[in-house]
């Protein structure tokens, strides 16, 4: 794997916005879950029910960009499942538990495993992988986490639904495109037997975002704020296979949730916005994560940053606190993310000592 990272590639991945694949399309076809659920919420007096189906549908319509044997609607049917599913166990078993710690370990080993696979299948597994760290941080009975995992697989389900039955209208772009070669079952599995051995690139990347992802756990275990989950959800996202593009991503995502953190703390601080106007907020941004995620990551890490912090502060959360914790926490985040490359530093110190020791060698010979 490499780890070379290049000032002038890391700048031009965080500057560079491809317009070309701004879609409005994707962005439209998601927002009318995400819309209902909110308002639902708030018409039957339970506004927090509603950003929690609300979560669901956001994460599953982005499913629609994903295809795994050439279908959209097979990763949302099972990223809404198994959201709800690691919302359940995440909910029961709670962030202050020392098992939850092992627990959030293997499921993102399990996802950095899926990333040898074709397709959607990685994507789905990293958003299991996301609920459950969330729902870490609302630790209940499981009467309570059933409300809560029912709530996810509801969002989930309506907004497979409606997307389902847009793109295949009269109207709609089409949810199936034909399977790439080597994406079948079989192929897939054989992609998997690359782990066997633990010298393979997917295994050290496995056995690196496990650990990671256990340590900034341990993190968010002992400071024991609500929005800690914040720490090992960015460790999960910014981590990737060689330091460059983990370097690459986390300086991204910094900088897109303090831009975005920023703006949101500055519209909520001049409108005091009310349940209605906030859930609008929620639609607005949400729209604009979806529909500038091929854009450039900054820019949809600012939306999503804005989006979530007025979809917390429709359960009551002050949208300053939001702000501050979100910062705060993903800069924690990020700066654990590179420590999971702290070999990366030792190697390239021992180097760059080898080598002036060459060349100080050279010159005295000289």
């Not at 500057?15 to 018409?43: C, E, N, T």
């Not at 994406?183 to 633990?198: E, F, I, M, P, T």
């Not at 256990?214 to 002992?222: A, G, L």
């Amino acid at each position: 794997m490499s780890t070379t990272a290049d000032p002038k590639n890391l700048l031009r991945e965080t500057l560079i916005f491809d317009w070309s694949k701004w879609d409005q399309g994707v962005a439209w076809r998601g927002m009318p879950a995400i819309a209902l659920s909110l308002a639902l919420g708030i018409a039957v007096g339970h506004p927090a029910a509603g950003l929690v189906a609300a979560a669901g549908a956001f994460t599953t319509g982005l499913g629609s960009l994903q295809r795994i044997r050439g279908s959209c609607t097979i990763p949302m049917l099972l990223a809404a499942v198994g959201m709800a599913v690691s919302t359940f166990v995440g909910t029961v078993v709670g962030h202050e538990s020392i098992f939850f710690v092992f627990i959030a370990g293997f499921w993102a080993a399990g996802y950095a495993l899926l990333t040898v696979m074709r397709g959607g299948t990685s994507w789905v597994g990293l958003q299991w992988t996301v609920f459950l760290l969330v729902a870490s941080a609302f630790h209940t009975t499981p009467r309570g986490a059933l409300i809560r995992c029912s709530l996810v697989l509801a969002g989930g389900l309506l907004q497979t639904l409606i997307i389902a039955a847009i793109v295949r209208g009269p109207w709609g772009v089409g949810c199936y495109e034909p399977s790439e070669p080597g994406s079948g079952l079989r192929d897939r599995l054989g992609s998997l037997r690359q782990c066997a051995s633990l010298r393979t690139p997917v295994c050290l990347y496995s056995l690196r975002m496990a650990l990671v992802v256990m340590v900034s756990t341990e993190v968010f275990r002992h400071l024991n704020f609500l929005s800690g989950y914040w720490i090992p959800m960015t460790t999960l996202l910014v981590v990737r296979p060689d330091f460059f593009q983990t370097l690459t991503r986390g300086v991204m995502r910094v900088a897109g949730t303090l831009i975005g953190a920023g703006v949101a703390g500055l519209i909520a601080a001049h409108l005091h916005p009310s349940p209605a106007i906030l859930a609008a907020l929620i639609v607005f941004f949400a729209w604009w994560a979806y529909s500038v995620l091929n854009v450039n990551y900054a820019l949809y890490t600012l939306n999503l940053t804005a989006y979530i912090v007025f979809l917390l502060s429709l359960s009551g959360l002050p949208p300053a606190t939001v702000v501050h914790r979100r910062a705060a926490y993903t800069l924690l985040g990020g700066a654990i993310a590179l420590l999971a490359y702290i070999d990366v530093f030792v190697r390239t110190r021992r180097w760059i000592r080898a080598e002036g020791l060459t060349l100080f060698r050279s010159k005295r010979a000289a």
